[in-house]
C-alpha cells in the first residue's frame, strides 16, 4: 500500500512538472514572438522618426461638421502620409469631423467613420480625401 501511494505520488509530481514545463515553453516563445515584433514596430518607428524633420503643426477649430469621404481613402494613426495605415475605405461614406491640424502646410481632418465597433473608426485622412463638407448650419459645400 505504501508503494502505491508513493508511486501515486512521484507520477503526481512528474505529470505537474511536465505541465508546468510545457507552460513555461509556451510562454517563452509568446514573449520571443513579441520581442521580435516589437524590434520591428521600434525600427520602424526610429527610421519614420529621422524622417520627420522641422514637422509644423498647426490646430485649427474646424469650421464642417461632417463630410463624404472619397473611395479608396486612408484612415492614418496620425497626420503624416508615412504613418500607419490605420485602415482602407474602399467606399464612399459620410464621416464626422472632430478635429483639423496644418501639418507642414497641408490640412489633415480628425475624423470618424460610422462603425457597429469602436475598432479602427477614428483616424486622420487628408484634407484631398474629403470630397463634400457639411458646415455647422447643415449646408452642404462642394470642394475639388
Known sequence: ?????????ISCLVFTYFYYNKKIELLRKQLLITRNKYSVVR??????????????VKFIIPSYKGGTL???SR????PLLSSEILKEINY?????IL?????????W?????????????????????????????????KVN
Do not use: H, Q
Open 92 to 96: 464612399s461614406t459620410e464621416v464626422g
Open 43 to 56: 525600427n520602424k518607428y526610429d527610421n519614420s522618426k529621422k524622417s520627420i524633420s522641422n514637422l509644423s
Open 75 to 78: 484612415l492614418y494613426l496620425s
Open 99 to 107: 478635429d483639423c491640424a496644418e501639418i507642414n502646410n497641408e490640412t
Open 70 to 72: 472619397k473611395a479608396n
Open 1 to 9: 500500500m505504501k508503494y502505491i501511494i508513493f508511486i501515486l505520488l
Open 109 to 141: 481632418f480628425y475624423i470618424n467613420i460610422p462603425s457597429s465597433s469602436n475598432l479602427n473608426c477614428r483616424g486622420w485622412v487628408n484634407s484631398m480625401d474629403i470630397s463634400i463638407f457639411y458646415s455647422r448650419s447643415s449646408s452642404i459645400s
